[in-house]
């Protein structure tokens, strides 16, 4: 069993910078294909960021050019930068391990965008 675990979330002023970290137990860290994903009240879960081995990423449409998600394959950990947060960005967002049919989901952490 995986266990996965976030941090970094937290309160921000709309336009304001927010780094989200996840570490993943184990061994074969760096074969997961690693995810952030995010659900705000009332919506469905979303994939917000991915990255595959390596630095193939990918970006839900919405935070193209403001997130930016980076491993640490030493350190067992993905982050989520975040920038220029906005309102609508509120949600919690949760990390995701994925190999396979192996699919690892952590508690999530809670973002919230306001003045």
């Known amino acids: 069993q995986v266990q996965v675990v976030e941090s970094g979330g937290g309160l921000v002023q709309p336009g304001g910078s927010l780094r989200l970290s996840c570490t993943a137990s184990g061994t074969i860290f760096s074969r997961y294909v690693m995810g952030w994903y995010r659900q705000a009240p009332g919506k469905q879960r979303e994939l917000a960021a991915l990255i595959r081995s390596g630095t193939i990423t990918t970006y839900e449409d919405s935070v193209k050019g403001r997130f930016t998600i980076s491993r640490d394959n030493a350190k067992n950990t993905v982050f989520l930068q975040m920038n220029s947060l906005k309102p609508e960005d509120t949600a919690r967002y949760y990390c995701?391990?994925?190999?396979?049919?192996?699919?690892?989901w952590g508690q999530g952490t809670q973002v919230t965008v306001s003045s």
């Open positions: 995701n391990a994925r190999l396979g049919v192996l699919d690892f």
